[in-house]
């Protein structure tokens, strides 16, 4: 049996007296690629806020394991166009105790590696302000995967992204998720890519949220059932 990096057990997110969604249950094993679906307003980045502690139950609990090490794309930031850090800069922050920029050999050589397999090389020392939407969005995802997740999360990564640009992001995801065993936490609402790269699906509704292999959810799209 695969180790479970997350388990959600009867978990209730509020707002106040408004509740989000209520006794959610969903485990997500290590290697996973999870799908996360639901309309606006479902929920979908307050659970992740819950995984990710910034925010408490209602009720019920997540359970992770010890070894989680996150990886997370928000899905809104701000970066201005006069923003001054390279994206290679920008990259490096990530490195635990905030060493830039004195970075050791092998971290330098590491956002390189990473510079390349997101497909950023051209651009690596251009201010990041500068770079456009979708290069920003390359950036973010590079800056999640260079101190080498074993949980990667993923929220609206690709909404703004060209079709050819987010079939680039996803391939260079589902590869390191295929290679490295990377668990992925994909939330979008582009039904065309949840159907074609996680193995399992979330879908967040009030009070009967379903999950289960991607292609039960394929099946609910194609009788007209899933509307996200
Ligand atoms: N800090 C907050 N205080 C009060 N209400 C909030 C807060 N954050 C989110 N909400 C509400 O909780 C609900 C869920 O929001 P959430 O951002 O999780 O939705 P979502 O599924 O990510 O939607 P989208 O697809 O638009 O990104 C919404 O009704 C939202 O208005
Ligand atoms: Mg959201």
Do not use: C
Not at 41 to 68: M, N, V
Not at 189 to 207: A, F, G, I, N, S
Request: no cysteine; hydrophobic share 40%.
């Amino acid at each position: 049996m695969s180790k479970e990096m997350i388990k959600v057990n009867d978990l209730s997110v509020a707002f106040g007296k408004q509740p989000v969604f209520q006794n959610l249950n969903v485990t997500i094993n290590q290697g996973e690629f999870l799908a996360v679906v639901g309309m606006n307003g479902a929920g979908k980045t307050t659970l992740i806020r819950t995984i990710l502690g910034q925010l408490k139950p209602k009720h019920g609990t997540i359970i992770t394991d010890s070894d989680l090490k996150i990886g997370y794309v928000p899905q809104f930031r701000n970066i201005d166009s006069d923003y001054p850090l390279s994206v290679s800069d920008f990259i490096g922050l990530n490195f635990t105790g905030l060493k830039w920029p004195w970075m050791s050999k092998t971290e330098k050589q590491r956002i390189q590696e990473v510079i390349a397999e997101v497909g950023l090389s051209k651009i690596a020392n251009r201010p990041l302000g500068k770079a456009s939407g979708g290069e920003k969005q390359k950036t973010y995802l590079a800056q999640a995967l260079v101190d080498r997740p074993n949980l990667l999360i993923l929220d609206e990564s690709t909404a703004s992204l060209d079709p050819n640009t987010k079939e680039e992001l996803l391939k260079v995801v589902k590869k390191i998720n295929q290679e490295q065993h990377l668990t992925v936490i994909f939330v979008s609402h582009d039904m065309e890519l949840v159907t074609q790269y996680p193995d399992h699906y979330l879908w967040l509704q009030p009070d009967a949220s379903t999950s289960g292999p991607i292609n039960e959810l394929a099946a609910q799209m194609k009788e007209g059932i899933v509307n996200v």
